[in-house]
């Protein structure tokens, strides 16, 4: 147990110090494992996400995960706004990955509001449109969904690097929005 630790240690800290540049002695366990158990759970959710086969457990787990990273982010002594912008968003595709259009749209319209409350731009604010436009396409509520699409695409071509151009295109011209 004690080797899986210090194994668990020497990996948290090599991401942290790949993130900041700092090394994390400073850092208190707790603070550490914030960090870690945020970063965790985003990739947990993500490989859930994408699963093409993925049950309804796998679902549950995939919406815990979700979650448990939210709160590990703000814990995180690294934590900055647009983790909790990003969160929201990535809250609002599970929910729109189960068909939850409800909990989609709330994810979807917190997403919104730290975008604007932060003025962020570019590449979060494409997303938080898209956030929008997907919710209320799984509550098919065509209005709203023509709206938060037109705005994501015109966020979208604002976005200054390519390859993020790219893939936030390729997100937005999928699932429930492929047929736009």
Known sequence: M???????????????????GEKMEELTVEQKMHNYMAIEMNIQTWNLLTKEDRNPQESTKMIYCALASKYHWLKSPYFKPVNEQRAEWLLSRVFC??????????????????????????????YAYEAMARANGVLQNEKELERYYTLAKKSGRKISNEDDKKLFFDDLNSGILKKR
């Open 2 to 20: 004690k080797k899986k630790m210090i194994i668990f240690m020497v990996l948290v800290s090599i991401i942290l110090i790949a993130q900041t």
């Open 97 to 126: 990955e189960i068909n939850n259009g409800e909990k989609a749209l709330y994810y979807a319209e917190k997403c919104l509001e730290l975008t604007k409350i932060n003025d962020f731009k570019d590449f979060d604010l494409a």
